[in-house]
């Protein structure tokens, strides 16, 4: 099992803060290229949403106006 760094939260108060915050998007940018696939996945998903809910506000707007 691995070990975890534990940073107690008052770091992120302190300059200290920044520099756990730069190592936590430091992270995050070497792990974008696993999560993409299924991050690009739960975008097209929620884009379809997207699409079908200003669908819905139009076709609502429409009937407003009848």
Do not use: D, F
């Amino acid at each position: 099992m691995k070990t975890k760094h534990i940073v107690p939260r008052r770091t992120y108060l302190t300059t200290n803060g920044t520099r756990s915050l730069l190592r936590l998007a430091k992270l995050a940018l070497m792990a974008i290229p696993t999560g993409l696939k299924m991050y690009s996945r739960r975008l097209q998903l929620s884009l379809k949403s997207l699409k079908e809910l200003v669908a819905l506000y139009n076709t609502t707007r429409i009937w407003k106006n009848i």
